[in-house]
């Protein structure tokens, strides 16, 4: 019977750590969140965050912008932040409406304040092996894994998705733990043969059920990234998991594995950022 990688019951046993590292500074750690618009997904993760930075005794900081804000006013708040020193995490709630620039307002955040790891600098330095802030979802599945005893190293891992968010970072934070990284996406010739030689396999493509369960090698550990509301409401991954679950040693459901690692990460970044910050101060 496959293992679950429950990264609820991770993400609940990884709190009273972080509640220790925040008690033991002078301040509380600030996170602010920024959210354009209104979208329902998003303000469901942007409350969850919130939720679990008041749990854990952050300083919290909610902005809204409404929908048909300028880049000048967002950039203008991202200045704001960077310039604050209880401000230790800056967060820009994705995806932004389609007439902001995303990438420039990324590039805005302070990199010592990019909780999230998406800006240039500490993607730079993940890629060197020498990671700072690293981007929270790939960062939540390498807990798991991690948290599971699996050994990565040697292992053939498959990645299926390349976004600057998940695939990419996940493709090298196994590479750096010394599995043997194949990154898919869109124009990968042959995927389910690709999928069948890994060890290890990690998706993150937004489609239900798109890997199939006899893609996967027997023994397999699977990680499903993906979030996606099937039209009767119900939440599943990228993963065939009711085909996949028989078949591989290991295995994370949707909901209740990666998603609740996202949020842990990103307090994780959070408390790291102002210990960190104070340290210098
Ligand atoms: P993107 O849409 O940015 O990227 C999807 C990737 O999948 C692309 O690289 C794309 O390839 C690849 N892809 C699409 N179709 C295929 C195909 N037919 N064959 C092979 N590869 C394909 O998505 P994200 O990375 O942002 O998100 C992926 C999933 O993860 C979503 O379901 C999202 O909701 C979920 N997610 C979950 C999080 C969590 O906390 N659990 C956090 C973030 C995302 P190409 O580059 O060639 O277009």
């Not at 390498?142 to 976004?163: N, P, Q, W, Y």
């Amino acid at each position: 019977m496959a293992t679950l990688l429950d990264g609820k019951a991770l993400s609940e046993q990884l709190g009273p750590a972080l509640r220790a590292r925040v008690a033991a500074l002078a301040r509380p750690p600030g996170l602010a969140v920024i959210q354009v618009g209104a979208d329902p997904a998003s303000s469901v993760y942007v409350g969850s965050k919130r939720k679990r930075a008041e749990r854990l005794g952050f300083h919290q900081r909610s902005l809204s912008l409404p929908a048909d804000a300028s880049q000048a006013e967002l950039l203008a708040l991202v200045a704001e932040l960077n310039a604050d020193p209880a401000v230790d995490g800056i967060l820009v709630q994705l995806p932004l409406p389609g007439h902001l620039d995303s990438t420039a307002i990324l590039d805005a955040i302070d990199p010592d304040k990019d909780v999230d790891g998406f800006h240039p600098v500490n993607v730079g330095l993940l890629s060197q092996g020498r990671p700072r802030f690293v981007a929270c979802t790939p960062l939540g599945c390498m807990k798991l894994l991690e948290h599971a005893g699996i050994k990565l190293a040697g292992l053939d891992a498959v990645v299926v998705g390349r976004s600057n968010i998940v695939g990419r970072p996940m493709a090298m934070l196994l590479e750096k733990a010394n599995a043997t990284v194949t990154l898919c996406h869109s124009r990968t010739r042959d995927l389910p043969a690709v999928v069948r030689r890994a060890d290890l396999v990690v998706a993150a493509i937004g489609q239900p059920g798109f890997v199939r369960g006899d893609w996967l090698k027997d023994g397999a550990v699977v990680v499903d990234v993906g979030i996606n509301r099937l039209p009767d409401g119900r939440l599943v991954g990228d993963v065939d998991y009711d085909a996949a679950l028989p078949r591989c040693a290991a295995i994370t459901p949707v909901p209740g594995g990666v998603g609740p690692m996202t949020i842990t990460m990103l307090m994780h970044n959070t408390v790291d950022s102002s210990e960190r910050r104070q340290a210098r101060a």
